[in-house]
């Protein structure tokens, strides 16, 4: 059973930065898009970024500038590097594999004022 699991929430002050990762178990990493998602209570889940399998990426315009998404195939990881963030910007996030529904457990992030 493939497996995501998300690291690197934890709380910040706004404006500052965190890098969230996720490492996926199986062969199948390299081959698929990979997302970022996040959900705040009482909210619907919100697409944040999304990676091709040869690198090409795309942020949700709210984060545009200041979240970025990248990707290691050799080491099974995808990234999501946040900058200036925000209390908005407070919620649990979650890696995705779109292609194969793998959803990670996620991490919460919480930025205070």
């Known amino acids: 059973q493939a497996q995501l699991v998300e690291s690197g929430g934890g709380l910040v002050q706004s404006g500052g930065s965190l890098r969230l990762s996720c490492v996926a178990s199986?062969?199948?990493?390299?081959?698929?898009?990979m997302s970022w998602y996040r959900q705040s209570p009482g909210k619907q889940r919100e697409l944040v970024a999304t990676?091709?399998?040869?690198?090409?990426?795309n942020v949700a315009d709210s984060v545009k500038g200041r979240f970025s998404i990248s990707r290691d195939n050799a080491r099974n990881s995808v990234y999501l590097q946040m900058n200036s963030l925000k209390p908005e910007d407070t919620a649990t996030y979650f890696c995705?594999?779109?292609?194969?529904?793998?959803w990670g457990q996620g991490t919460q992030v919480t930025v205070s004022s």
């Open positions: 995705n594999c779109p292609t194969l529904d793998y």
């Open positions: 990676i091709a399998p040869g690198g090409f990426a």
């Open positions: 199986g062969s199948f990493f390299s081959r698929y898009i």
